[in-house]
């Protein structure tokens, strides 16, 4: 056998090119969070026993115990328990606002591509003015005239990420439309929708699903961003921004009340995002 040290090298870059970039640690790790938190949706009761508004009262701000691994708030409920069941309703408002702004952007989309030349100039000029807005200014506005709870926050929510993605479907579908294959079926006479529905919508939607995995950590931040000053979910509804909203009376004196639902709530965001950008990178390679 050969010993050449010249060949180590080799070998090694050999092996890593034959791992999948599905088995890589950057690929794994934000999907197995992801997971976790799928399974704290499904099922709660497996990660705790106790309810999220289960009060003890002769435990009102307690420290972290063996009992309640993250302390208590200030009215006795644990602050882990409430945590795990608000990841069900933070993450379907996340889920919920993402399907409403990819299919808002989506119909958008299309219209400022394809629409009548007088249509397409207005509606380029109410995108560039919705893009010029924060989402969360835009949701805010939303919330005013909707008012608080969590359907309205889902809504509200949804209706501030439709430009982004409006925008990127705009840019693809100016793309495919000039492509061969399109040219082709105008040439043969196909009908409109069906030229959009069977040509050009199929051919834009990869990285509109890509901006999607990355846009439900966003959703998350900026519903729990409302619920945090106080016009998102109402409380006692267990939430994340609500959770964090409840402890920052008491950072002084029981800073675990918010420590928990902060720390989920950057890691969730960041390994969401972290697994979305994995997936653009490896369909960007063709994987």
């Excluded at 030229?195 to 051919?203: E, G, V």
């Amino acid at each position: 056998m050969s010993s050449d040290p010249l060949l180590i090298p080799s070998r090694q870059n050999t092996l890593a090119r034959s791992t999948s970039p599905w088995l890589l640690p950057k690929t794994l790790i934000p999907a197995a969070f992801v997971l976790l938190l799928i399974f704290t949706v499904i099922a709660p009761q497996w990660f705790t026993p106790l309810k999220p508004d289960d009060m003890d009262m002769d435990a009102v701000l307690a420290a972290p115990t063996l009992h309640h691994w993250f302390g208590t708030d200030s009215l006795g409920r644990d602050v882990f328990s409430r945590v795990v069941y608000g990841s069900a309703l933070s993450l379907s408002i996340g889920l919920g606002a993402t399907l409403i702004a990819c299919l808002g952007g989506m119909a958008l989309g299309l219209l400022t591509a394809l629409a009548p030349l007088a249509l397409r100039r207005v509606l380029v000029r109410v995108l560039d003015i919705l893009l010029a807005f924060p989402e969360l200014l835009l949701a805010l506005l939303v919330i005013a005239v909707l008012g608080r709870g969590p359907t309205n926050t889902l809504i509200a929510v949804g209706l501030s990420g439709i430009a982004s993605y409006a925008r990127l479907l705009r840019s693809q579908v100016l793309q495919v439309k000039l492509s061969g294959y399109v040219e082709h079926a105008v040439a043969l006479g196909e009908p409109p929708l069906s030229i959009i529905f069977r040509h050009i919508l199929p051919n834009t939607l990869r990285p509109l699903l890509i901006l999607a995995t990355i846009g439900v950590g966003q959703s998350v931040l900026t519903a729990s961003s409302l619920s945090f000053l106080g016009l998102g979910v109402i409380p006692p509804t267990a939430e994340w921004g609500a959770l964090l909203a409840d402890g920052r009376d008491y950072l002084d004196v029981a800073p675990w009340i918010s420590l928990l639902p902060a720390t989920v709530v950057a890691v969730s965001v960041i390994a969401i995002t972290l697994l979305g950008r994995r997936l653009q990178t490896i369909l960007a390679k063709g994987a």
